[in-house]
């Protein structure tokens, strides 16, 4: 048994790590990659890692063609772009993955004011499967679209939402300092990702304004309490991976011991997230779909630090684990 | 005229940089480099980068053979270590910068509190200058005995005392999240700077307890007010670079803007300081004594951020910056 | 069905890469981790990519313990300590990988000069199979010893070796220019290796005596013609990754088509070598156990190109491979 | 006293690294950047580097005002753009050196074959310095127009010249491996140069077809015998440096020992040429005018190898050292 699958926009490199998963998928049969390029390029000289794991040509994004041909269909297109095709294969019952930001949102005008579009499905946000298994699955597991979470949110979700949820934190002046391998960035060259202007250097970037902020606290806000989440994301000079340092204040008297104990316990059967005993390092994450946590004392508050592999479960493995989900097939196929 | 110069400790990377910066230097006469090391190695047996540059061997440390032939001694022992020959050389009226932290704390039992061992010069603590210019410059101005800063404070300590001392921001709950190179930990082959180990890696390390914390709070403290610091130090796949995101709470109605404007004035005529109108990276910097400054807003806070070279503002630049104003040069010889 | 197995020498970057496939491989039982270091940490101790993926104790190294346990040893020991451990084991018929380069070399003599030590196993050498499946599949199939090659061998033998034997270049004065990324150093901390060391720097090492020479020259050895082969290894600032860039003469009129046509034909049923059209780059094999290869026309020399990952094709991924065929299970198992 | 100097083309590494070390000349007054981009942006904004150490607007591109208002040029254009500009310069009588490779061959026809272009100035080809000091001072000292040699033959050239020269190596069959780091291919975007592309692997590229070979060939023909070099360029992951690893074929009973005392002798008294008694890496000539130079024996062949830092050794700091010969300033000025 195998699930007819697309890929929609397939030249960037969620989409190589997802080609990477699937080819190995016993249940994946992938049946259409598309692109804006002309010229049906082999997938081979698009993604040269791919050659002999994969023998497809791309082809022009015809949305009436994917839903009559995939089951499944994954987006990796951007913003806007997505939800665009998304919404009609949705209305046609192709169950889809989007890897955009377009129905992670809950309202439509935070959408609106933070992405500056107009948002062409609006009647779906609110009713969209968030895609983090470890806190969502109840409603994955069978449904038609998930919107694939971004991968800084799921580095500062993870940790903090337990933590909120069980009184140990606040969920105002939550602090999250983020380091981020220049995959993150996208394949497009531009300057700033040029490989002699970002080796061997970092810096912040958006301080203030990037659209992750909003994903964040969405999900800190509990109890009618309204969080709030600083949020500072860096390019580190890596390929991949990404590490949230979280400055949080514990409520009352809990200490970092609490904080260790809710997140063990929260998660002990979950098969992607380690709570570990030291100092996480995004090397120990690197290919995987793993999450490493951990919680530290410093002064008077929780630092609450988190890893992962930007591409696997910052993107492209979560979009499987949630494509196993929604397919009915066992959640850790084609990830351990 | 030339100051006749030895180097204690000379075959780690601060001193390295010291020595490319001294050989440039129109007076400075190199006379010693001190090792552990036994056989006397030439020092491009040591430093291959200075191979034609400089004409010398290591000799083992002998305190009194360096108060008979230096006048300026440059210590770049660890502490504790370092503090043991400074005393004597200082006594007998040799000039030093100290590059360890044995001076730079003002209080004895904040220092054996972090440091865990007695301190053999206890006396001088609280009245040795802390070598940084931009601040301390009349203590410094012909001082017998500078404590050249730690990389990490420097970077932290720059941007936000005028801030503190302005009234732009509190000097409670101040968040230092900084990111390093390498060269940090410095030259002894262990396994977590083993390149395999920490290339393309981000992992943060002393949360808590790292060292720098007190030295930071030391200058946050006015006005009777004690500072409340925060510090991560983070481990960054590059050779050299720091970057310090200071999370800080503005003082009623001060905006970025505000900070902006005070870090201007302070430093306006500061040959070093750039208090520049976009988010620094640590390649600007990268092999000279700069420092690049910005403020951004974000949420209810304000983001100060903080780029330097932590081989040279951080260390070895800062100490002939020293130098120069110990002996009566132009402060940035050699530097510019 | 799964094969009971035993690594020895577990700590380093090869037996890590080993255990990250074996994990994954459906027929693979990991009963027993050794290694010299005290103390049985967890396995996750050591790896912590491991962590949740393998839930073993690191041993002391008993040889009659491992034979009465295990039917399969991976030795990642170093040589001259390998054999000692790996002679025992074949007389009791438990089957061996070998990774270290005690039984590569077909002659004692050749291996008692360059490794400088005497051999403990001489009556096997000449008798073992050398694994490279794609040259000498026949004598690996079923086998109870397998000499796992050397990286830098293996990225040459594997394109030269056909091009020889089907007369299309000269075995001798072949030059072997290799350029391999940190890992291939191994995992003890030493000054070259450190990080600021070695990054942002490139050298060459061992010229004219590293002991992949004569290895590489074994098998170039055909018609009683002596090979000649020139190899020059360098460290590249990456973490993983071989290209061999090899200068060949060609007989007669051949030409880089002909060589290409050769490599093409030879290889066209391996699953595990792409001959490819355009220059080939260490990035396109990463994590895999691909070996892509190519050759240009450059005056009148042919250039052959060749690139694999150190540790997968150079090392644990040929191991697995080995595994596979010495068992009888598919060849690819957990290998794509 | 000082030199009115003017650089045509100045927003890339090659400028970058030539303007910091004009600000640092005691004789080098600045007093135009050009460049192709609009609206005279201020340098600082291009070159973040060089905020506070140097305050001019870029202009656009206007040989007359150049003519008129600089004693000297330095052309940092691509070639043909460059020779279109530098022609009427030197016809007015102002000082050239030209970075790009329009006046380093010899011959017209060589020139239009690798280049693909006419040349416009072709009456100069073959009268204009070669600036390699170390081996053409006396024709670059008051030299009107000097042709800036590429980074590759200056890397070849300084150690393989005088080896052909005094019969040690044979010019035929001359084997020239070399790795350059990523600033070698210029500051423009482009997908092989973006970030997670190179960064983490290793290729080969221009095999056989790179516009270096004749240069290097057109130096090492001598006595009438043509030159047989074959030159493969690698890009490695690091921003500068260049090792070159040449295999030549020695005259007679000639060791490697010869080949260094030859080098030793000829290069006795250059300031920037260190033969060394061991195998060079970049890492020990980075950010210096230095070239580290050692032959060893590998079978039959003389390995020769030769460090360099591209941007200084390779391009801007070789400009200096003419600039200097030109100028009749001393030849290390601003460049130790």
């Not at 009436?64 to 919404?87: G, I, T």
């Not at 895609?131 to 994955?140: D, K, N, S, V, W």
């Amino acid at each position: 048994m195998a699930t007819r699958i697309a890929v929609m926009g397939a030249t960037g490199y969620t989409a190589l790590e997802l080609l990477k998963l699937l080819v190995r998928h016993p249940h994946a049969e992938i049946v259409a990659l598309t692109t804006r390029q002309e010229g049906r390029p082999h997938v081979s000289e698009v993604h040269p890692e791919l050659r002999g794991r994969l023998d497809l040509h791309l082809q022009t994004l015809d949305v009436n063609w994917l839903a009559d041909n995939a089951e499944f269909v994954f987006s990796c297109l951007p913003h806007a772009a997505s939800a665009e095709c998304v919404k009609p294969l949705v209305d046609r019952g192709v169950k889809v993955v989007d890897f955009s930001a377009d129905y992670r949102l809950q309202d439509v005008e935070t959408y609106e004011k933070w992405y500056g579009v107009n948002h062409v499905d609006p009647d779906r946000l609110g009713n969209v499967a968030y895609g983090l298994p470890e806190i969502f699955r109840q409603q994955i597991v069978g449904a038609g679209l998930v919107a694939n979470p971004g991968c800084y949110p799921t580095s500062a979700i993870l940790p903090l939402v337990p933590l909120v949820k069980h009184g140990i934190i606040a969920a105002k002046d939550v602090i999250v300092d983020s380091k981020s391998g220049v995959t993150g960035a996208g394949r497009t060259p531009k300057l700033p990702f040029h490989y002699p202007e970002c080796n061997e250097s970092i810096k912040a970037y958006g301080v203030g304004t990037h659209r992750h902020a909003p994903e964040i606290a969405q999900f800190l806000t509990m109890r009618d309490l309204a969080a709030e989440v600083i949020f500072t994301p860096h390019l580190v000079p890596m390929n991949r991976g990404i590490l949230s340092t979280c400055y949080a204040t514990p409520i009352g008297e809990n200490t970092a011991a609490d904080a260790m104990q809710v997140l063990e316990q929260c998660y002990a059967s979950e098969p992607f997230i380690r709570v570990i005993g030291q100092l996480p390092e995004t090397r120990a994450v690197r290919n995987t779909n793993f999450v490493d946590l951990h919680v530290a004392q410093s002064g008077e508050r929780l630092v609450v630090l988190s890893c992962l592999d930007n591409l696997i479960k910052g993107a492209s493995g979560a979009a499987v684990q949630n494509f196993n989900l929604m397919c009915g097939y066992e959640e850790t196929t084609a990830l351990l």
